[in-house]
C-alpha cells in the first residue's frame, strides 16, 4: 500500500449532483449522489436552468456528508476536483465554484477535471487498466473513439457526425412514449420485445472510418413506429428491441475499425474500455464483449453506477492529475465545450 492521497472530487455538469472522495490505492472513501430526475421528469428532458439551481441547492450539505461520511478532516485531503466542462455551463459553474472555494480555504491544489476524461479514466480506478487502451466514449452528449496514451493524451479515432449515442436512446424513448431518462427505459422494454421483428438500417454499417451516425436510425424508428399503427406495449418492446439490436451491431462494427486502427498505432494495446452513461445497457456490453473477444481484447466496463454521471470519476481524475503534478489555477474559467483530445 502507498502513502495514501486522496481528492475530493464534484460532479454537477449535467442533472446529477454528486461528491466523492477516493485515494490513491484505488479506494473509495465516500461518495454521495443527489439525482435530479424528479425535477426534469415533467419536461421529458433536462432544463439547464433548473439543473443550475438544483446543483446550488444541494452542493452545500452534499459536500459536508461526504466529508462527514469519508472520516477525513478536510484539512487532510490533498486536492480538490471538480468538472469544468463540458456540459450544461450553469451547473459546471456551481461545481467549479464549490471546487475553488474549498481549494482556497484549505489551500490544498485545485484540480480542473475535464467531465469526459473523468469518464474516461473510470477504468484505471475500478480494473487498475495500464495506458494505452481504445476507449468507446458512450454518453448522452457524445460518442467517441479514442486511443488514451496517458493522462490528458488522447488520440481521436471517430466521433458522432449527428446524434450522440444515449440521444438517440432519450429520442426513441421519447417517441415510443417510454418516458424519461430514456437509455434505461428502452432496455427494459426491450427485454420484452423481439429484436428480429422489424428491419431497421444499421448506419455506417462497413464504412472504413470509426464515425458513428445516428439520426438516420431516429427517422427510421419514427417511421416505423408510424407505419405499424397504434403502439400498444409489445409493439413498443419489439421496435425498442429492434433499434437497441441496431446499436449493438453499429457499436461494434465502429469499435471493430477501431481496433485495427489502434494496433498498427500501439501494438501492445490490448484492452477496450467503454465509458458513459450508455455503457450501462447489458445488450450493447454482450455485444461489445463479443467483438473484443474475437480480436483477442479484453474488454472492461465500469459498474453502471459508475458509468453513468457520479462524484467518483472525477475524485479519481483529480487524483490522476495530482499525482502527475497537473494543477490548475483558481483562474480556471469553466467550459461549455471542451473536447478530450484538447485536454492538455
Ligand atoms: O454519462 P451520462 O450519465 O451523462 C452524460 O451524457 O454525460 O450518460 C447519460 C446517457 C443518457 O442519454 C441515458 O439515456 C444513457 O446515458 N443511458 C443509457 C442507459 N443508462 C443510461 N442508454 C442505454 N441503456 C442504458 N441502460
Ligand atoms: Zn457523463
Redesign the pocket.
Known amino acids: 500500500m502507498i502513502d495514501p492521497m486522496t481528492v475530493l472530487g464534484i460532479e454537477t455538469?449535467?442533472d446529477?449532483t454528486a461528491v466523492a472522495i477516493v485515494d490513491n490505492n484505488r479506494r473509495v472513501l465516500a461518495h454521495s449522489l443527489l439525482s435530479q430526475l424528479d425535477e426534469h421528469r415533467m419536461y421529458g428532458g433536462v432544463v439547464p436552468e433548473i439543473a443550475a439551481r438544483a446543483h446550488l441547492d444541494a452542493i452545500d450539505a452534499l459536500t459536508q456528508k461526504t466529508i462527514r461520511d469519508s472520516g477525513i478532516k478536510l484539512q487532510d485531503l490533498n486536492g480538490i476536483a471538480a468538472t469544468c466542462g463540458p456540459?450544461l455551463i450553469g451547473g459546471v459553474m456551481v461545481g467549479t465554484m464549490m471546487g475553488k472555494a474549498l481549494s482556497l480555504s484549505t489551500g490544498k491544489p485545485f484540480l480542473a477535471v475535464n467531465?469526459l476524461e473523468a469518464?474516461a479514466l473510470t477504468a484505471r480506478l475500478t480494473d487498475d487498466v495500464q495506458f494505452p487502451y481504445l476507449l468507446l466514449l458512450?454518453?448522452?452528449?457524445?460518442c467517441q473513439l479514442l486511443a488514451v496514451e496517458s493522462v490528458g493524451k488522447y488520440k481521436l479515432y471517430g466521433s458522432t457526425i449527428d446524434d450522440?449515442?444515449?440521444?438517440a436512446?432519450?429520442k426513441v424513448?421519447k417517441l415510443l412514449g417510454l418516458g424519461f431518462?430514456?437509455?434505461?427505459a428502452?432496455?427494459q422494454a426491450a427485454k420484452h420485445g423481439d429484436a428480429n421483428k422489424y428491419e431497421l438500417p444499421c448506419p455506417m454499417l462497413g464504412k472504413p472510418n470509426c464515425d458513428f451516425s445516428f439520426s438516420g436510425l431516429k427517422t427510421a424508428v419514427r417511421s416505423l413506429s408510424e407505419r405499424v399503427g397504434a403502439l400498444d406495449e409489445q409493439k413498443r418492446s419489439d421496435i425498442a428491441a429492434c433499434f437497441q439490436r441496431v446499436v449493438a451491431d453499429c457499436l461494434a462494427d465502429r469499435v471493430k475499425h477501431a481496433i485495427e486502427k489502434i494496433v498498427i498505432d500501439y501494438p501492445a494495446c490490448k484492452t477496450l474500455v467503454v465509458a458513459?452513461?450508455?455503457a450501462?445497457?447489458?445488450t450493447?456490453r454482450a455485444s461489445l464483449q463479443y467483438i473484443s473477444g474475437k480480436h483477442g481484447f479484453k474488454l472492461v466496463t465500469p459498474p453502471?453506477a459508475l458509468?453513468?454521471?457520479n462524484g467518483v470519476m472525477v475524485a479519481w481524475a483529480g487524483l490522476e492529475k495530482l499525482r502527475l503534478g497537473m494543477t490548475d489555477g483558481l483562474d480556471f474559467a469553466p467550459r461549455p465545450r471542451w473536447p478530450l483530445y484538447e485536454t492538455v
Request: overall charge negative; proline content about 9%; aromatic content about 2%.
Open positions: 455538469s449535467c446529477e456540459g467531465h469518464h458512450i454518453s448522452g452528449g457524445h450522440a449515442v444515449g440521444e436512446f432519450d424513448a431518462p430514456g437509455g434505461p428502452v432496455e458513459g452513461g450508455v450501462a445497457n447489458q450493447l453502471p458509468c453513468t454521471d
